[in-house]
């Protein structure tokens, strides 16, 4: 059994920055894929980006390309997604995800291939 735990939500203006953490623990984080999720009001849970249990692949949704970073630190069991030039679209309640890896290469972007979630963190941004 793996449990996550999000910390970092909190409400920022349109341009600002949020770093979030997502902290592991039971079995051991070596050998897990991560991924981060978020779900607004009214609308589907839905991939944001995901990371490979040895950290060197990653994968971004088009609408958080270039403004959104996934990191690892496999030492401290955390996975990270900092958040720059938010927009008010990014609103939602954000979620990690984690399930074990097919290879140390592997990533996974739809919500069904993951086992283990976190209670989720409000991002809210505000116009």
């Known amino acids: 059994q793996v449990q996550l735990v999000e910390s970092g939500g909190g409400l920022v203006q349109a341009g600002g920055s949020l770093r979030l953490s997502c902290a592991a623990s039971?079995?051991?984080?070596?050998?897990?894929?991560m991924g981060w999720f978020r779900q607004a009001p009214g609308k589907e849970r839905e991939f944001v980006a995901a990371i490979s249990w040895s950290g060197g692949n990653t994968y971004y949704a088009d609408s958080v390309k270039g403004r959104f970073t996934i990191s690892r630190d496999n030492a401290k069991n955390t996975v990270y997604l900092q958040m720059n030039s938010l927009k008010p679209e990014d609103t939602a309640v954000y979620y990690c995800?984690?399930?074990?890896?097919?290879?140390?290469?592997?990533?996974?972007?739809?919500?069904?291939?993951?086992?283990?979630w976190g209670q989720g963190t409000q991002v809210t941004v505000s116009s």
């Open positions: 995800a984690t399930n074990r890896a097919l290879s140390g290469s592997a990533y996974y972007t739809r919500s069904g291939e993951y086992a283990y």
């Open positions: 039971g079995r051991t984080f070596g050998g897990y894929a």
